[in-house]
Structure formats: structure tokens, C-alpha cells
Nanobody
Framework: QVQLVESGGGSVQAGGSLRLSCAAS????????MGWFRQSPGEEREFVAV????????YYASSVKGRFTISRDNAINTVYLQMNSLKPEDTAVYYC??????????????????WGQGTQVTVSS
């Protein structure tokens, strides 16, 4: 069992930056690939980024590539999402998620076994 708790959300002006954190419980954190997703009101939950268990492999949605960076620190069971050059369209609730299997299907919510409760990010123009 893995429990995930996100933090770091807030309100920022366009062009600003935020860093989200996701703290995980359990001794098996280092065996999971970790993803970030986001969801806006009335929209489907969408993939943002994912990182392999050892941090060697990362994938990003095209909408955030070059602006967001995912990273992890297995020593403290935490995954991060550094968000730069934020845009109003980045406004959403951001969720972290854990999966045992990183595959070509990494953008699918069904691949992930555990989810956090989310943290709100609001970007104003």
C-alpha cells in the first residue's frame, strides 16, 4: 500500500513558477514509477509527466514539455514537479500517482494504482 500526499499548490501570475511535492508512505516507494496528472472542472484528468523508479526515464505531455520538470528523491520518498512559465491554461487540480509498470501507456489513468488527493494550482493572467 502506498499513500500519497501532494503539497505546494497555490495561486500565481502567468509567467511565474511553482514546485509541487508528493510525499509517499511505505518502504516500496523506490519501486514505483510516479506520475503527475491534472484535472480542470468539467474536463477529463490528463497526463502531465511521469518518472521511472530510478529517475532515469521521464515523459512529458507536449503541453508542458520544456516548462515542467519532474524529479524524485527516493531517500525521502518524494516526487516533485517544477513548473515554470506558468500559463492560465495550467490551472487545475494536480494529482500524483504511482504505478508499478512504466509502459508506452503511461498517459492512461488506468495504469496507476495509487492516487493522492490533489493540490490546486491557479494561474491568473
Amino acid at each position: 500500500q502506498v499513500q500519497l500526499v501532494e503539497s505546494g499548490g497555490g495561486s500565481v501570475q502567468a509567467g511565474g513558477s511553482l514546485r509541487l511535492s508528493c510525499a509517499a508512505s511505505g518502504r516500496t516507494f523506490g519501486t514505483y514509477a510516479m506520475g503527475w496528472f491534472r484535472q480542470s472542472p468539467g474536463e477529463e484528468r490528463e497526463f502531465v509527466a511521469v518518472i521511472s523508479w530510478n529517475g532515469a526515464v521521464t515523459y512529458y505531455a507536449s503541453s508542458v514539455k520544456g516548462r515542467f520538470t519532474i524529479s524524485r528523491d527516493n531517500a525521502i520518498n518524494t516526487v516533485y514537479l517544477q513548473m515554470n512559465s506558468l500559463k492560465p491554461e495550467d490551472t487545475a487540480v494536480y494529482y500524483c500517482a504511482a504505478t508499478k509498470w512504466l509502459s508506452s501507456n503511461h498517459g492512461s489513468t488506468g495504469l496507476y494504482d495509487y492516487w493522492g488527493q490533489g493540490t490546486q494550482v491557479t494561474v491568473s493572467s
